[in-house]
């Protein structure tokens, strides 16, 4: 799936133990962007991979085209959903910033807890 939205914040990097790997430490980035209309929507994105954040070079306040996976897990009977981005690519006129490393990314390091 794919958004156009501007970036309003980027949230401090969270790090946490894998649940698939048990002494893995896995790092999350999330980033909130704002889409654009009669009606916009603050969309929240995570990236779960360190190569992948860095090769995005996402700052506050440009314009993005956002690449995302939509990924749900369900914990005690409720659901929790993520929209993990994968690329961007720049829509201010500045360079690119891509990095198209996975498109499917089912990671269970995904969940709150």
């Known amino acids: 799936m794919e958004i156009d939205v501007k970036i309003s914040k980027i949230l401090e990097p969270e790090k946490f133990h894998s649940r698939q790997a048990t002494n893995e430490w896995v790092t999350k980035y999330t980033f909130v962007g704002q889409t654009s209309g009669n ?13 992948v954040w ?14 995302f ?17 994968w690329k961007v690519i720049s829509i201010d006129g500045a360079s690119q910033s891509t990095n ?3 498109k499917s990314m089912n990671n269970d390091a995904t969940l709150p807890f």
Request: hydrophobic share 30%; proline share 4%; charged share 20%.
């Open 39 to 51: 009606f916009p929507l603050t969309v929240a994105f995570v990236v779960l991979k360190d190569d």
């Open 54 to 67: 860095q090769g995005m070079n996402i700052k506050e306040g440009n314009r993005y085209h956002v690449f």
């Open 69 to 85: 996976n939509p990924t749900s897990k369900e914990y005690n009977g409720k659901y929790y959903t993520n929209l993990v981005a």
């Open 100 to 102: 198209t490393t996975s």
